[in-house]
């Protein structure tokens, strides 16, 4: 079993920064890929970005240039460096790990960003 605990969600002003960790324990995989999801209300669950197992990432659009997504394997802990926040990035933001198969998430931490 995999437990994934997300914290430093906070409230913040427009164009301020954020940094989101997500400590990941259990029965963890190599070749996991971890990442982190975003849900406003109304809204379906949405990708923000994604690092596998060989050190690649990929983020959405909306936060290209902005976001920066980096793992530490040795401490099994993901992060997301958030700069420039706008509005729209007010969401509680969900991490994520996928290995066989199978996909865990933590419980989500609160991001406001007021304008």
């Known amino acids: 079993q995999v437990q994934l605990v997300e914290s430093g969600g906070g409230l913040v002003q427009a164009g301020g920064s954020l940094r989101l960790s997500c400590a990941a324990s259990?029965?963890?995989?190599?070749?996991?890929?971890m990442g982190w999801f975003r849900q406003s209300p109304g809204k379906q669950r949405e990708l923000v970005a994604r690092v596998i197992s060989g050190g690649s990432t990929n983020y959405a659009d909306s936060v290209k240039g902005r976001f920066t997504i980096s793992r530490n394997r040795a401490k099994n802990t993901l992060y997301l460096q958030m700069n420039s926040l706008k509005p729209e990035d007010t969401a509680v933001y969900y991490c994520?790990?996928?290995?066989?198969?199978?996909?865990?998430w933590g419980r989500g931490t609160q991001v406001t960003v007021s304008s």
């Open positions: 259990g029965r963890i995989f190599s070749l996991a890929a």
């Open positions: 994520n790990l996928y290995q066989e198969l199978t996909d865990y």
